[in-house]
């Protein structure tokens, strides 16, 4: 089975719950959503532009526990989110955010992964700041952050693209161990 076909041109960001799949598309500045037994377009939303609702190059997203879609949307410098049935509820940080590029849910918070400064953002669910992990020091820890998940742990897995590497973050943003560095050609 194929997801979007014919319908997508830039998918980025995907998020999978118990009955769908949400996809995000840079070119189409859309969020879709398909079944995912049968793989069909249940609901696209978002036209370019930054009013309620718009998207301009939504990248990364996630679904929380009550089934609501937060979308990394880039270009608006903000994440929005949408119901489950992809009506536009809220915009999250719409005065704090670069250019986000990934977001996550947690029990406690909403995480955000701004590419500009190299930063991780924690946000509680109304959409106060609690705190920022930026760039920590000579190693780079933050650098040109690219997509990141969470461990059962609620530890932060980031990939990072101009160090070539995947960094293990702790719940507050420290350092806890690496995976590759940055490598020659052969």
């Not at 718009?54 to 009550?66: A, H, I, M």
């Not at 990394?72 to 005065?95: E, G, I, M, T, Y």
């Not at 977001?103 to 190299?118: A, C, E, G, Q, Y």
């Not at 930026?134 to 952050?145: F, R, S």
Request: hydrophobic residues 35%.
């Amino acid at each position: 089975k194929r997801f979007g076909q014919d319908i997508l041109k830039k998918p980025w960001g995907i998020a999978v719950t118990a009955d769908n799949v949400f996809v995000t598309d840079c070119d189409l500045h859309a969020l879709l959503q398909f079944r995912k037994n049968d793989c069909k377009l249940v609901k696209r939303t978002g036209t370019e532009g930054a009013g309620e609702g718009q998207l301009d190059v939504p990248r990364g997203l996630c679904s929380d526990y009550n089934g609501d879609v937060y979308v990394a949307d880039c270009r608006n410098h903000r994440v929005s989110v949408f119901s489950k049935q992809l009506q536009f509820k809220k915009c999250l940080a719409s005065q704090q955010l670069e250019y986000p590029v990934d977001v996550k849910v947690t029990p406690d918070s909403v995480v955000i992964l701004d590419r500009s400064p190299n930063c991780i953002h924690f946000f509680s669910r109304s959409g106060d700041l609690l705190g920022s992990c930026v760039n920590q020091g000579k190693d780079g820890t933050v650098c040109d952050p690219r997509f990141f998940c969470l461990d059962v742990a609620g530890n932060f897995l980031m990939a990072n693209g101009n160090r070539n590497d995947v960094k293990i973050l702790s719940p507050s943003g420290h350092l806890i161990h690496e995976i590759g560095k940055e490598g020659q050609e052969r």
